[in-house]
């Protein structure tokens, strides 16, 4: 198991620890406040649950060794269940709250013990940014890519994508919540109480349509980093002195899996077929060395492309 694997897994665990508690403490709240946005959170928080099982399924699914029906593993299972992930987000997350929303707002029934309710968003908004804080840390370790923005374009954890997407759309949304249960509870009015939920499942709603289609990039089949073609390209010359890359592809086939294959033109400098594979041999081997994720690579020795 990869460190950055490792790291994934216990950042999944954080978060599905913290949010079954803040799913249960925001439940007990939303029912004795008959705060719609509570509620809305709520859900918000059995969702996340949910989806970090399915990470965990997927993580558990994703090292089955390659067998004859799937020879390159099972490592886009991981990218099948964060899908998964998004889609629950969408349903049960997203559309719920606004359905409640707007349900509330016709329903004008008044926010009780708004106090109570105040005090559960705050002891979730701790809770949300310890996880928040520990995907964080789990983020710069892995990240080689600068922005945080040019990380989520560029990683390929899907796991860890989804982590960081959720505990920030979740941090957004208690900030939400709690904005607009102090407005009803200022105002009396709970026309803030039923924005806030409505307001909560557009945030999850939007996260989850960026978060479906980073997804889809990484289950289509995503180059992988350009580091490992730069490197190839430069070993090539190392042990062939006029030979050169023909063909490169480096296909992400898991979360930290990559499939590496290329056809290499020798030169003429090389003097037999034995001296060209001994070569070959040698340059596979620091290849993989170099990058851990490749689990597969194939090399060809061509004249053209």
Known sequence: ?????????????????ANLGIALAKLVGAIISGSASLLAESIHSLVDSTNQVFLLIGNKKSQKPADAKHPLGYGREAFFWSFMVAILLFSMGG??????GFHKLHDNSEVNSPLLGFVILLVSVILEGYSFWACLQEVKNQNQFGTLWNWFKNTK???????????????????????SLSLAWITGQSFWDSLGSILVGVVLIVVSILLSIEVKSFIIGESSTQE?????????????????????????????????SYKLHPGNTIKSLDEAIDKVNALEKKTKETFKSIRWQFVELDKED
């Open 1 to 17: 198991m990869s460190s950055s694997h490792g790291g994934s897994i216990k950042v999944i665990v954080t978060a599905l620890v």
């Open 157 to 179: 954890n899907s796991e860890l994508v989804v982590i960081f997407t959720e505990d920030a759309a979740a941090l957004l949304g208690l900030l939400i919540a709690l904005i």
């Open 228 to 260: 490992i073609q730069l490197f190839v390209e430069k070993e090539v010359k190392q042990y062939f002195p006029d030979g050169r890359v023909l063909k490169l592809i480096a296909l992400q086939t898991g979360s930290d899996e990559v499939m590496l």
């Open 95 to 100: 559309l719920f709250a606004i359905y409640e």
